[in-house]
């Protein structure tokens, strides 16, 4: 399991540093699966995480200019007020309900990576102040509720609104996730457990990941594995929901048997009821004496 959570890490460095975005996607399923931490509390690791792997996959980009800094202090500043929000909410939810909020996320990320193509060319317009703070102020709620740093909720926005060419949108995007999962992790803070050594590893692994993420992000076209990977967040949505369902129909069938007797007694009280009714609907009334008397006269 070690071994696995190893390669998982490496996995998610790579992804972000090449998509700008997708740790928590490997982050989150990795921590309570194959870890065995409670959704709160991996979902705060994971937030910690991706905002030290981010930070190494930004510096990396800002080095080649490819970062900008207006964009991302107005979209990233309100990101934190969202995230911060998401985070403190999210502590106090239920872990199954968390998890399938996040597959919810997985499953919308991976239709806008599929119907991403042919969308990454730089936009001309320029996104007012008020709507670019706004659309950060809604991702970094989502970030901070789910443990999702929001790369691909961030890179499409960046794109299309505010016009920037699709590898400064990534590098961006990096320094906006680090602020929204900080932002997140401090709304965690203090309300769950949070394993540092755990969070450490695999973030020193992850980092090693995102090395490799930024070196292929300078070779290969984005598109054409962004609809490759759109399938996997797909396959990993579906199973998280298929975990969670399955784990919520064992809990049912425990609970069901003691509740079996009363339904069947509610149900057969109805049912008796209902032929009661239709019963005293078909019988023949009584005759009344103006029936007799007029059988009489007849």
Partial sequence: MMWIGLCAGFAMGVL???????????????LVYVFGLPAPNAIASSLAIVALVSLSGALHYA????????????????GMVGAYAGGHIGASLDGRLLLMLFAVMMGSTAWM????KGRTAASTARASRVRLAAHGLGV?????????G????IVPALTLWAGLPIRAAIGTSLVIIVLNSAAGFAGYA??????????????AIAVLGSFVG????????????????????AVMAIVILGQEFRQWIQALEEALPHSIPQAVFAIA?????????????????EPTDDDVSQGAGI
């Fill in 16 to 30: 972000v540093g090449f998509f700008g975005g997708g740790g928590s996607i490997l982050t989150v399923p990795l």
């Fill in 63 to 78: 080095r080649a200019g490819l970062v900008d800094l207006r964009v991302a202090l107005l979209f990233g500043g309100a």
């Fill in 113 to 116: 990576m599929w119907r991403s």
């Fill in 140 to 148: 970094g709620a989502v970030a901070g509720l789910v443990g999702a």
């Fill in 150 to 153: 929001g790369g691909f909720l």
């Fill in 190 to 203: 203090g309300r769950v457990t949070v394993p540092y050594e755990l969070v450490a590893g695999v973030s």
């Fill in 214 to 233: 930024v070196g292929l992000a300078r070779r290969i076209e984005p598109g054409s594995l962004r609809k490759s990977f759109a399938g996997f967040v």
């Fill in 269 to 285: 009280m109805l049912g008796v009821g209902l032929l009661l009714g239709r019963t005293a609907r078909l019988s023949p009334s």
